[in-house]
């Protein structure tokens, strides 16, 4: 699986300096597709991360074999 950014994702990394890559592909794998309410042909992962228990929620588009990040951010 190969992580792309998108501007968003880009510009907003820099404040979110604790979501790691490894939180991002383990949300992914271990949550349910999920349509986004906003953005057409997108898709939620919403997950606990250990060892923290904090909830992370991604937004992302799926191509083939690569995974482009809109956004992500915690819920809690």
Known sequence: MK???SEHW???RKYRKDITY?????A???SNELRDKYWENALNAICR???SGRILKIVYK??????K???AF???
């Open 22 to 26: 490894d939180m991002i592909e383990y």
């Open 28 to 30: 992914i794998k271990n």
């Open 3 to 5: 992580i792309i950014n």
């Open 69 to 71: 990040i809109i956004t």
């Open 49 to 51: 991360v250990p060892p």
């Open 10 to 12: 880009k510009r907003k």
């Open 62 to 67: 799926q191509e083939e074999n690569k995974i």
């Open 74 to 76: 915690w819920l809690d």
